[in-house]
Each structure stands twice: as structure tokens, then as C-alpha cells.
């Protein structure tokens, strides 16, 4: 799998949102009907929607290719989450990862029950943003509490002891290959 002929390179920069995410899952479906097994992509997202993120998420971890993600800036919010679906996970040393609490939108006239809808909406999304953590990282458990409160800063030595890369490394790509930019 690591012939570079058999190979993809896209880049993402942009909110995970549904329209980015369409056209990236949309990238990802692409390679893979034409049977690339292995897809590199440079990512940098500042986060957006939870849905739209576990989405993605789960959208990755189903399809049958290698998928090779690179934070090449930052990677926030939801976008975490995202990025560690990829099976193999990189960090640029200037990248920076940072999770944190859901944050809900305008609150003004709301009435209670709806305040409290919308509050167990986003602790709801903390718990399956945690889960996915969780799963797929070994970030410890007082960095998880802590990020119900405030904004956590994941510097690249960190992220590849809490499991988030497997190694600062920069993205590269090989001379005479196409990169696509999604």
C-alpha cells in the first residue's frame, strides 16, 4: 500500500459543516470507486457542527481504504474527532490540536423547557465527542474533565502522547503526484 501510484493526496481547510463535509466525504467515495486504497490528506479545520462531525467520523471509519491525516495547522472542536478517525495520524510541528465544552447557540427567548433542551442537547454532544476521545486516543481522563470547561490547547509532543498522531511529521508530496484541494 505504500506504492505512491496507488496513492490519493487531497487537502482540507474549511468548518466541518455540511457542505465541507459532503465534499469531503464525497473525495473520500471518489477514491475509493476507483480503487485507491490509500488516500493522504492535509487537514486544518477550526471544527463546526457535532453532526456533521460524527458523521464524517463514522463515514471514514466504515470506508475500505488507508486513510492517512496530516493537522498541517490547527485542528479544533469536532475536527478533532474527525481527524482521529484516520488510521494513521501526523502532526505538522507547528500544528496545534484543541478541544473544549459544546458551546450552544443564542439562548435569548428561549423559554426554560427549550434552555433545557438545548442544554442536554450539547452535554449530549460532549459525551459522544468524549467516547469518540476515548476510543480512539489515550488522552487522560482529568484532560477530558478539564475540557468540559474550558478550551484545552494540545501542543504536537502532547498529541502524540495522548495518542491524537502517531508522530510530528509534515506533510509531503511526492514529486510528480496531483494533490486535490477539497
Known amino acids: 500500500m505504500d506504492d505512491v501510484q496507488d496513492a490519493a493526496y487531497f487537502g482540507f481547510t474549511?468548518?466541518?459543516?455540511?457542505?465541507?463535509?459532503?465534499?469531503?466525504a464525497g473525495a473520500l467515495n471518489s477514491a475509493v470507486n476507483s480503487g485507491v486504497g490509500l488516500v493522504h490528506l492535509a487537514f486544518s479545520s477550526n471544527g463546526g457542527y457535532v453532526a456533521d462531525g460524527v458523521y464524517l467520523y463514522n463515514h471514514i471509519r466504515a470506508l475500505p481504504l488507508h486513510l492517512v491525516l496530516y493537522n498541517t495547522g490547527s485542528v479544533s472542536s469536532i475536527a478533532v474527532s474527525v481527524f482521529l478517525a484516520a488510521q494513521e495520524r501526523y502532526c505538522s510541528a507547528h500544528g496545534m490540536f484543541m478541544i473544549h465544552p459544546?458551546?450552544?447557540?443564542?439562548?435569548?427567548?428561549?423559554?426554560?423547557?427549550?434552555?433545557?433542551?438545548?442544554?442536554?442537547?450539547?452535554?449530549?454532544d460532549d459525551d459522544r465527542t468524549d467516547n469518540i476521545?476515548?476510543?480512539?486516543?489515550?488522552?487522560?481522563?482529568?484532560?477530558?474533565?478539564?475540557?468540559?470547561?474550558?478550551?484545552?490547547?494540545?501542543?504536537?509532543?502532547?498529541?502524540?502522547?495522548?495518542?491524537?498522531?502517531?508522530?510530528?511529521?509534515?506533510f509531503s508530496l511526492p514529486k510528480g503526484q496531483q494533490i486535490i484541494q477539497i
Open 14 to 24: 474549511g468548518p466541518i459543516e455540511p457542505a465541507g463535509v459532503g465534499r469531503l
Open 102 to 124: 459544546t458551546t450552544m447557540g443564542q439562548s435569548e427567548g428561549l423559554t426554560a423547557r427549550r434552555l433545557q433542551s438545548t442544554l442536554d442537547a450539547a452535554l449530549a
Open 133 to 170: 476521545l476515548r476510543e480512539r486516543s489515550r488522552v487522560p481522563e482529568e484532560v477530558l474533565a478539564a475540557r468540559r470547561h474550558s478550551e484545552i490547547y494540545i501542543a504536537p509532543v502532547a498529541a502524540v502522547n495522548y495518542g491524537f498522531v502517531d508522530a510530528v511529521r509534515e
